[in-house]
């Protein structure tokens, strides 16, 4: 049987042993899996170079009132090469999150084309939900409003008028927060359970909320001590990265600073991994 898969099935482990053990599969998933980790960080570059070229809604201001058409153009190209690269990032995250749990538990099928079709499935209900979400906000909001200008008997806008619409915006942004935070507490083992098992959406879902009970904080403290680690690592290259601003050592940050968070978001993968997969052998071992 696989030593690692045995430690995870004896009982529930520490911190220190899933970073251990996460090392562990970080050097089986690079000895096995260049190419992939090679792809995966050329990603991440392309993705850290279009950003540092073209750095939010402030520079598409800076385009379009120079009126040059051509810069305008280009813009929106990176922007769409942005989102087609984050997609492609998450896809070859999740097939590297298969590679894990392929590692630990020895399976040898091929499960790229699953994970492919899971991935897709995912992004069409994220995205059926989030328009749903929307049109329910917007009818929420606007439903908000005439109340509030029903009973104040307000006619005309004022600055004090606004000041109430400001108080009521905030109370909305506040409320979608904490609901935010609230659903990603519901949610902490369902990617590992949907694409690690062969299972439905719905299943992985009901799972999921059932080991998020009392496993929670086995989850959320390695991965906010990673964070921390992640933030510490970044700072300085954030502190060069604009200490050379027009500097020619630029790229070369930009290539560092991409490497070393590709090696962290594989990490991150790969702990959230561990800590599922020892959460859910010892779930079984009571049932």
Not at 12 to 22: R, W
Not at 65 to 82: H, I, L, P, R
Not at 144 to 166: A, C, D, P, R
Request: aromatic share 14%; charged share 15%.
């Amino acid at each position: 049987m696989n030593e690692i898969k045995q430690r995870l099935e004896e009982k529930y482990l520490k911190m220190e042993d899933y970073y251990n053990i996460s090392f562990d599969v970080l050097k089986r998933l690079f000895k096995q899996n260049k190419m992939l980790i090679i792809i995966f960080i050329l990603i991440n570059m392309s993705m850290k170079i279009i950003a540092e070229k073209y750095q939010g809604f402030l520079k598409f201001l800076e385009i379009t009132g120079a009126f040059d058409f051509t810069e305008v153009k280009n813009y929106w190209y990176s922007v769409n090469a942005s989102i087609v690269l984050s997609a492609v990032s998450i896809l070859v995250s999740l097939i590297i999150l298969r590679k894990a749990g392929a590692i630990i538990e020895e399976d040898k099928g091929k499960f790229i084309q699953e994970t492919v079709m899971k991935f897709f499935m995912l992004i069409c209900t994220a995205l059926a939900l989030l328009i749903v979400f929307s049109v329910l906000l917007t009818v929420l909001w606007a439903a908000i409003f005439v109340i509030y200008f029903s009973f104040s008997g307000i006619e005309k806008l004022s600055l004090n008028n606004m000041k109430g619409i400001s108080s009521i915006n905030i109370f909305i942004y506040i409320t979608i927060a904490i609901s935010a935070i609230i659903f990603i507490l519901q949610m902490l083992y369902f990617v590992q359970m949907y694409f690690l098992r062969r299972i439905g959406m719905y299943e992985a879902l009901v799972y999921n909320f059932h080991l998020c009970k009392k496993n929670r904080l086995r989850i959320i403290l390695p991965v906010a001590l990673l964070v921390i680690l992640n933030i510490l690592l970044n700072l300085p290259f954030g502190i060069l990265g604009f200490a050379t601003l027009f500097s020619k050592y630029k790229f070369l940050i930009i290539i560092v600073a991409s490497i070393l968070n590709s090696i962290l978001s594989i990490f991150f993968i790969l702990l959230t991994t561990v800590v599922y997969l020892n959460v859910e052998y010892m779930d079984l071992r009571k049932k």
